[in-house]
């Protein structure tokens, strides 16, 4: 079937299963091979399924705050079997203040990356073809991100995790310091004494080249950037798993960040 003409009614209601599997926190099969699926879950489908979900999200009262990019490392890339660059959307009801606890029971399977955040400064004319990305962002800081994809075992192909907006799940932001280049600074993530370690370098070579990747992606996608959004460039490392621990993330020369798993 040509997925052009996938009917809304199946785009919804693979959102719907999407959704349905993160507020009862109960993993779902992979979309992409499920015989049960009506559609060819093609790229162009997914991004259809998270623009849905997105809207049962808004639909609660929610609010979009941002939006994240994932696979910009050659370590996500390796550890998920993929090979380009996906764009989703972060909420107001994903966010953990810095040193601030999150329950480890809204997740089915959550893990940790470290990230470097921007700020968007003011509304971004995606169509304008002179847009001077790096010009609409004032500032950068540490942050961690917590993924929590909805399909069983992390198993999920390319459109899969489109659909699933793209595994996010929660995020935290240390303090924001005024823009500023991050090209190779050394990252360390921790959890309890876990630990991965990398360079910002990781991320398309130098950060801020994710935000070109993201204007170019959200200019294919329609998606929005708009003033105040905080903007996840992606992980500079591979993701820990998120137990009641605190996790760190630490970028030479921007800072740090953390947040405690607890269980109650
Ligand atoms: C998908 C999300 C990837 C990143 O920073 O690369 C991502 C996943 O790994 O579940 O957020
Ligand atoms: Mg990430």
Redesign the pocket.
Known sequence: MNTSRAAQADIEALARRLDDAQTTRSDTPSLEGDAAVAIDLDVDAAYRVQDALIGLRTGRGEAVVGV??????KA?MAQ?GVSDVIVGRITDAMRVQDGGETELSRYIHPKV?P?VAYRISRDVDLDDPETDILACVDAIAPAL?I?D?RYRD?RFTYAD?VADN??ASGFAVGEWIPMREAADLDVRLRVGDREEAGTTAAILGDPKEALHALLDMCRRRRIPLRAGYVVLA??ATA?IELTAETASCEIAGLGSVSLTGVRR
């Open positions: 994240k990019l994932g696979f910009t490392s996500k998920m990356e990230e991100e993924i994809s992390f995790v793209t595994s992606g992980a993701a």
